[in-house]
């Protein structure tokens, strides 16, 4: 039901049929960068973390040569899942699994295969765990469950890295983490971060702090408004130097940042499937996506400051939490309200307008990597 005039949706089904959730894993979630935290959340050898992507269940730990390494959370004997535990430390460096107890070494091999005998005819190097691609950038580490990635890392990254050049990412520490799990599909949260359509009516704090956005527009180019000629790459209102409730902050500000930077308050960087980060002058902030289920999405937010503040400003950094916190949660409730409404039988696919661009450029990719 194309039509001349308007742009439409991906289809509505889309958005909750498992089938189509499963096509996209394998198409798009198999087959990305995906960010999965940082170096230091695997700050010993053995530590580990487990992580569910769809259907899938993915293990990460650090090895005594203090090298991270990912493998599919699955023994070469029968399949039984290895670890249990969302996160902990491998006793004595080794991997054992819960059923036969086949172990294995940090970073991958099997030692030991109980009671095996040469008549088995298994050698142990010839089972090893099914190892998972991982790289690291800038302390944010990265994996890749396509078994021979077809994309590298740093297409993955340009030109958005770019923008954040000049923030020192790898000397960052999180000073706050916070989990949601949303009722939604994880594109229906990719869609509303994509658009600013719905921020006059969703977010009124925040179209405060950053007035553009009343306009349903991300920016003032594409709002067709002429910006302040002494303050030209300006985002937030006049006096505001971050996002907080009252756009100030006590929090020492990052060295080496440029007049742009200061000036905006606000760059944004986007890696999708799985992360976006917003750098501010004194804080940076990220938000990683998992897509868990077809009506479920596990949001992971950090707030991180350079990792030499001294004592931590534990009021401060509440304080600055609590406004990004307010948009997450205030976006989370659209996404989840979008959610139980687009199930409707009658609702085959919805419309969209032009403040929706990046919307329909979104849809647009995820046809591509359906090979639609
Ligand atoms: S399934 Fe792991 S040891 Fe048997
Ligand atoms: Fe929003």
Redesign the pocket.
Known sequence: MSHEKYRETLPASWFYDPLQFRRELKAIWGRAWLCIGREEDWPAAGDFHRLPIGAEQIIVTRSEDDVLHAFHNT?R????ILCEADSGTFANRRIV?P????SYSLSGELKQAPRATESDGIRLEDFPLYRVALETWRGFVFINLDPEPAISLDQTLEPEAGYVARWPLEQLRSVRRESHRLRCNWKIFWENYLECYHCPGVHPDLCRLVPVYRTGYMDYQDAGLEQDPQRPHAMLRPGAVTWSQDGFTDLPWFKGLGEKELEAGMTFATFRPTMFLVAHVDYVRTVRVMAVGPEETELTVDWYLHRDTGPLPAAEIDRLAAFAGQVVSEDAHACELNQQGIRCSRHEQGVLLEPEDCVFEFEQWVRERLGE
Do not use: K, L, V
Request: glycine share 10%; charged share 10%; with cysteine.
């Open positions: 023994c004997h029968r399949g039984s699994c059923y036969h107890a086949w």
